[in-house]
């Protein structure tokens, strides 16, 4: 599935979000920006080492916010490491975190100029984010930077299954 707003695309797609060729991907990461299992893992495995050295270096991320490697290996130039909620009953700021966690992805992006990014569904593996209420956060932080910026012309969000995949077009069909 694929909208345009304003000059930009977003798309939906299920598939492997390590064999993107936009400019980033975005990694679910944990606090250390170690890697670690699902998306994450998935990354380290298939950037290489130079992900993990650039971030040591970096030295780990707080949730909600972002940082940005390397690709490594990866067809994509640049990882963006994002650290998104643990959830545990939406109470306690998570569904602002996970936002904030979406929007300084696309603000970094931005700020360094690339055109495409590509997001994994955030939270919603080992942190148990509810996968219908992570959509509509997730898809509500794109639609809301593409109104109000031009620069970035390609989000897609690369889900994992088609469980995930439904529960995003069915959401974005409710946002739009």
Do not use: W
Not at 3 to 25: F, H, M, P, V, Y
Not at 96 to 106: F, H, I
Not at 125 to 152: C, M, Q, V
């Amino acid at each position: 599935m694929e909208i345009i707003i304003n000059k930009g695309t977003l798309s939906l797609t299920e598939g492997d979000i390590t064999k993107q060729e936009t400019d980033a991907i975005v990694n679910a990461a944990n606090k250390s920006l170690r890697g670690g299992g699902g998306v994450d893992g998935a990354i380290h495995r298939a950037g290489g080492p130079k992900i993990l050295e650039e971030c040591i270096k970096i030295g780990g991320c707080e949730t909600g916010e972002a940082v940005i490697t390397s690709g490594g290996n990866l067809r994509a130039k640049y990882v963006i490491h994002t650290v998104g909620p643990v959830y545990r009953d939406g109470l306690h700021n998570e569904p602002n975190l996970l936002g904030t966690a979406y929007k300084n992805c696309l603000k970094l992006a931005s700020s360094k100029g690339l055109k495409s990014i590509a997001f994994p569904s955030i939270s919603t593996g080992a942190y148990r984010y509810p996968l219908e209420e992570a959509a509509g956060i997730a898809l509500s932080a794109a639609i809301n930077y593409l109104k109000e910026n031009t620069d970035i012309e390609l989000i897609r969000f690369v889900l994992f299954g088609e469980k995930a995949l439904d529960a995003y077009e069915k959401k974005l069909k409710q946002l739009i």
